[in-house]
């Protein structure tokens, strides 16, 4: 008889991606009693360093950016009851067009089959049922999302696991109240150019074409606290200048399209075990 726990296993590539996108559903099959596992491919040292210097001024050491933001994330978890923090611990890439990009080591440049590899031993062990990363464009474009995903459908492949994949996504219909949540709450909002306007009408899917809808409105002041966890990013949050009360109204489900099953569940649905319990 097998005695191994149902497992969740969130593959994400920075420090603050695990609460941003799945902290709701981390949290929510923790308390289930599900065994869930993060692993973060990037150290995040392209991230703000302390007084919220940015990456290439005067005073940003990588280093000191990777370790701060490693305890940080070890907080993240802690509020989340993650069961196991893997890190893969890549340098952090930066934004698509940034010079670290091409830097030796980042996680941009390695070879998708040397981190499949390495992802593929953690499937092994973990036996996840049910895996979570982002989309081919890694839900905006940032290399290091997408490079998540990559190695993650690889990883899938050699090691010829089938458990449920899903990756994260957000309704069409949310993000077009972005901008006007974003001026609710004072941010200094300016219209996009057209194109930069049908960039980010790309984010995202159509609400008929979310197959997953979660809710974790339960769990909000824990995904708010994971976020706020991450303070040297704090900058670079803008869900934590709501206060958790309106952030959980905001926030309180999350939403996922499905893209390897074999329960044979019906779409849509509410739970990313349903067919597995």
């Given at each position: 008889?097998?005695?191994?726990?149902?497992?969740?296993m969130?593959?994400?590539?920075?420090?603050?991606?695990?609460?941003?996108?799945?902290?709701?559903?981390?949290a929510?099959?923790?308390?289930?009693?599900?065994?869930?596992?993060?692993?973060?491919?990037?150290d995040?040292?392209?991230?703000?360093?302390?007084?919220?210097?940015?990456?290439?001024?005067?005073?940003?050491?990588?280093?000191?950016?990777?370790?701060?933001?490693?305890q940080?994330?070890?907080?993240?978890?802690?509020i989340?009851?993650?069961?196991?923090?893997?890190?893969?611990d890549?340098?952090?890439?930066?934004?698509?067009?940034?010079?670290?990009?091409?830097?030796?080591?980042?996680?941009?440049?390695?070879p998708?089959?040397?981190?499949?590899?390495?992802?593929?031993?953690?499937?092994?062990?973990?036996?996840?049922?049910?895996v979570?990363t982002?989309?081919?464009?890694?839900?905006y474009?940032?290399?290091?999302?997408?490079?998540?995903?990559?190695?993650?459908?690889?990883?899938?492949?050699?090691?010829e696991?089938?458990p449920?994949?899903?990756?994260?996504?957000a309704?069409?219909?949310?993000?077009q109240?972005?901008?006007?949540?974003?001026?609710?709450?004072?941010?200094?909002?300016?219209?996009p150019?057209?194109?930069?306007?049908?960039?980010?009408?790309?984010?995202?899917?159509?609400?008929?074409?979310?197959?997953?809808?979660?809710?974790?409105?339960?769990?909000?002041?824990?995904?708010?606290?994971?976020?706020?966890?991450?303070a040297?990013?704090?900058?670079?949050?803008?869900?934590?200048k709501?206060g958790?009360?309106?952030?959980?109204?905001?926030?309180?489900?999350?939403?996922?399209?499905?893209?390897q099953?074999?329960?044979?569940?019906?779409?849509?649905?509410?739970?990313?075990?349903?067919?597995?319990?």
């Open positions: 008889m097998n005695d191994r726990p149902l497992t969740l969130a593959v994400h590539a920075h420090p603050d991606d695990e609460a941003t996108g799945t902290g709701g559903v981390l929510r099959y923790a308390a289930e009693g599900i065994r869930t596992v993060l692993v973060t491919c990037t995040g040292s392209c991230g703000d360093g302390p007084g919220g210097v940015k990456p290439g001024d005067p005073g940003h050491e990588p280093a000191t950016v990777a370790l701060m933001r490693r940080e994330l070890e907080a993240s978890c802690d989340l009851k993650v069961s196991h923090l893997e890190m893969l890549y340098a952090d890439s930066g934004m698509m067009g940034w010079p670290t990009n091409n830097a030796p080591g980042s996680f941009w440049q390695t998708v089959e040397e981190g499949a590899a390495r992802l593929a031993e953690l499937l092994r062990r973990y036996q996840p049922d049910v979570v982002y989309d081919e464009n890694g839900f474009g940032h290399p290091d999302h997408i490079q998540a995903n990559r190695i993650t459908m690889a990883a899938l492949a050699l090691t696991a089938t449920k994949v899903y990756w994260t996504t309704p069409r219909s949310m993000m109240r972005f901008g006007e949540t974003m001026r609710e709450f004072g941010a200094d909002w300016q219209e150019d057209p194109a930069e306007a049908a960039a980010m009408a790309e984010i995202g899917l159509p609400d008929e074409e979310i197959t997953t809808w979660v809710d974790t409105s339960a769990y909000g002041p824990q995904k708010f606290d994971a976020l706020a966890a991450h040297s990013q704090g900058e670079n949050i803008f869900f934590l709501m958790q009360k309106r952030f959980t109204e905001l926030m309180g489900v999350e939403t996922f399209v499905r893209v099953d074999t329960t044979s569940t019906a779409v849509p649905e509410n739970d990313l075990f349903a067919g597995l319990r």
